[in-house]
């Protein structure tokens, strides 16, 4: 793979990143999502990644796009794209499910939301749980 050979020795690329989740549940060095928060804040996307994933064709003015880089039984990797202002619809995280996330360029938003509140739960009445912003750099689970 070319983007092995213009890697920075100190930090993983993303390509390295998506081959060593390969198994990573079932070896010794995987101690819980903490793991996977520690390898993400090493990933740096060399200019080969950069052009692949994040380039200008992947910007639209009308939504964001992504980029499925990884996806296996355990872990899916993507590199998504906004334009400032842009956002996605309130969408279900499958229960049990992890999200990490690490901002690559700019800062992300992020809000967390519960359905109704009591005994009948109303799909139209939404609580804020948790409201963050990452900026450049930063990287965190949810």
Avoid at 65 to 92: E, K, R, Y
Wanted: glycine content about 6%; charged content about 15%.
């Amino acid at each position: 793979f070319v983007l092995a050979q213009i890697e920075d020795p100190w930090f993983p690329s993303l390509c390295r990143f998506s081959t060593m989740l390969n198994g990573l549940k079932q070896s010794e060095s995987y101690t819980g999502p903490q793991t996977i928060l520690n390898m993400l804040g090493q990933v740096k996307l060399n200019s080969v990644e950069w052009a692949m994933y994040c380039n200008a064709a992947y910007f639209s003015e009308f939504h964001c796009t992504m980029n499925l880089i990884h996806c296996d039984a355990d872990f899916s990797v993507v590199v998504a794209c906004w334009n400032p202002g842009q956002n996605l619809p309130l969408h279900n995280i499958a229960k049990g499910r992890r999200t990490w996330v690490k901002v690559l360029s700019g800062s992300l938003h992020l809000q967390q939301f519960s359905i109704g509140s009591g005994a009948q739960k109303d799909p139209e009445e939404l609580i804020l749980l948790e409201s963050s912003t990452h900026l450049l750099g930063e990287h965190d689970r949810k």
